[in-house]
C-alpha cells in the first residue's frame, strides 16, 4: 500500500496554463505539506495543513492555491504557470509517534513549463 | 535569517565510514532529522534526534548537540547503495514543517 501518494508524477505545460497536483496519504496523519526542490535539490516548504486548517503559508506567489478537502487528501492548484515553476513537488505527511518526528515524503511531481 | 549548513559532496569507498557534518542557526530548535534521496527518488526518513547524544540504527548513527547547534550522520560499512543525497533538517518549533539543509551528495565507489 502507498503511504503518500500524488498524481501526476509528470507533467509538462505551458506558460500560462493552470494545472493541479494531487496527494493522498493513508496513514491517518493529521499535518500534511508541500515541498518545491529545485534544480539544485533545495527542498523548501510552501505549505502546511493541520486537519484540513493552513498553519504555515511561505513566502509563495499566490498563483499557488492549496487545498484540503480532507485531513487525507492536500492538492495543489497552480495558476497562470511561469518558466520558474518548474520542479519537482513533492507532499509529505507527519507524525510524531513516540516523540519522533518523521516525515513521510510522496514520490513527487516533475513540473516543467514551457 | 535560518540557516543550514552541511557539506555540499563526499567521496568515499565501499566498506568506509562517513561522517557528513550539520551547523544549524534557527529561531527555534525542536529536534534534527536525516533524510535520504536517491537521484528521481523521493527524501526518505534516516532518523532524528531531540536530545543531545547519539541515536544509533543499523549502519546508520545520528548525534546532536544542542549547546553547539551541531549534529552529524555517520554511516558506517558503507556499500554502493549509499550512493544519494542527505539532507539535514531542523524542526523550529513542534508541529512545524522541516527546514532542510541543502543537502550532500555522497559518492561511494568499489
Known amino acids: 500500500d502507498t503511504a503518500v501518494s500524488q498524481t501526476p508524477k509528470y507533467l509538462v505545460t505551458q506558460m500560462g496554463n493552470d494545472k493541479s497536483i494531487k496527494c493522498e496519504q493513508n496513514?491517518?496523519?493529521?499535518?500534511m505539506y508541500w515541498y518545491k526542490q529545485d534544480s539544485k535539490k533545495f527542498l523548501k516548504i510552501m505549505f502546511s495543513?493541520?486537519?484540513?486548517?493552513?498553519?504555515i503559508n511561505e513566502t509563495v506567489p499566490n498563483r499557488f492555491s492549496p487545498k484540503s478537502p480532507d485531513k487525507a487528501h492536500l492538492n495543489l492548484h497552480i495558476n497562470s504557470l511561469e518558466l520558474g515553476d518548474s520542479a519537482v513537488y513533492f507532499c509529505?505527511?507527519?507524525?510524531?509517534?513516540?516523540?519522533?518526528?518523521?516525515?513521510?515524503f510522496g514520490p513527487g511531481t516533475r513540473l516543467l513549463v514551457l | 535569517g535560518q540557516s543550514l549548513e552541511q557539506p555540499s559532496e563526499v567521496t568515499a569507498v565501499e566498506g568506509a565510514i562517513v561522517q557528513i557534518n550539520c551547523t544549524y542557526q534557527?529561531?527555534?530548535?525542536?529536534?534534527l532529522s536525516w533524510y535520504q534521496q536517491h537521484d528521481g527518488g523521493a527524501p526518505t526518513f534516516l532518523s532524528y534526534n531531540a536530545l543531545d547524544g547519539l541515536e544509533e540504527t543499523g549502519r546508520f548513527s545520528s548525534f546532536l548537540s544542542r549547546s553547539d547547534s551541531y549534529g552529524y550522520l555517520l554511516l558506517q560499512e558503507l556499500q554502493m547503495k549509499d550512493s544519494a543525497s542527505y539532507f539535514c533538517a531542523v524542526t523550529g518549533q513542534a508541529g512545524t514543517a522541516l527546514i532542510f539543509g541543502k543537502g550532500t551528495t555522497l559518492s561511494v565507489s568499489s
Open positions: 496513514l491517518g496523519h493529521d499535518t
Open positions: 495543513y493541520n486537519n484540513k486548517e493552513l498553519i
Open positions: 509529505a505527511s507527519r507524525t510524531t509517534s513516540g516523540g519522533q518526528e518523521t516525515q513521510y
Open positions: 534557527t529561531s527555534g530548535f525542536y529536534g
